[in-house]
């Protein structure tokens, strides 16, 4: 049950150079790793196209009715492993990422280890940062679902298309000041504040949750 009201867009990987906008830059990291894809929670069945959104994200935003919207439901079946999702949810992008085994053994390892967790600015398990189910309490450490806005001053942080930086500790960057997120987006090395911040949200299914 797609929500009707979102009129987001979408950006693969494969689309040509011309995003004009900071989210979206193209520096060179592996293609392989990860796709990219802007996306309208209405419209999940468009994943994967080769569309070029950006400059329609860049200059219109999100309607006002897009705006007004308290939930959004998102159907996470088409996105793979090592892949990542931007939706738009209250005029904020929100970033769901589809993390692999490597992405969650490396932000546990912090968890695991005393001196690495302490050194965090803001001090947050990797397991904190993700849901259990609804359905039988199962855990999904796989999706890491995140507002995607820098806590510092509001940039958004790349990260999400594959060819993005991803900083220093290979989650995500933001190119405003230098602030360098984890692979669970915790802050680990500039002037951001804190984490980014994971909005409220619920499994309604395995592949399908309720943002707001
Ligand atoms: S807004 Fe992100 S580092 Fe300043």
């Known amino acids: 049950m797609g929500n009707p009201h979102s009129h987001g867009a979408q950006c693969s990987h494969d689309a040509p150079q011309k995003h004009g906008q900071e989210e979206c830059p193209d520096n060179g990291h592996d293609e392989s790793k990860r796709d ?7 419209s999940m069945a468009a994943v994967g196209t080769g569309v070029v959104a950006w400059p329609f994200v860049a200059t219109l935003g999100p309607a ?3 705006l007004a919207l308290s939930t959004t439901e998102i159907d996470l079946s088409p996105i793979q492993e090592g892949q990542a999702v931007t939706v738009m949810w209250r005029g904020k992008p929100v970033f769901i990422r589809r993390r692999t085994a490597q992405d969650i053994e490396l932000a546990r ?3 695991g280890d005393a001196t690495a967790f302490n050194s965090l600015r803001d001090k947050q398990k990797d397991t904190d940062r993700v849901k259990q189910s609804t359905f039988g309490g199962k855990e999904m450490p796989q999706w890491l679902v995140m ?9 958004v942080p790349m990260g999400q298309k594959p060819t993005d930086m991803r900083g220093d500790f290979d989650g995500w960057f933001c190119p405003c000041h230098g ?3 984890d692979s669970a987006g915790r802050i680990r090395k500039g002037p951001a504040p804190h984490n ?10 395995e ?3 309720r943002i707001g």
Not at 36 to 42: G, P, Y
Not at 147 to 155: A, D, F, K, N
Not at 196 to 205: D, H, K, Q
């Open 36 to 42: 990219f894809i802007f996306i309208s929670a209405a």
């Open 64 to 66: 006002k009715d897009t």
């Open 109 to 111: 390892k912090v968890d």
């Open 147 to 155: 507002v995607g806005v820098c806590t510092h001053l509001g940039c």
């Open 179 to 181: 602030s360098h997120y």
């Open 196 to 205: 980014l911040a994971v909005p409220t949200y619920t499994f309604l299914s």
């Open 207 to 209: 592949n399908r949750i």
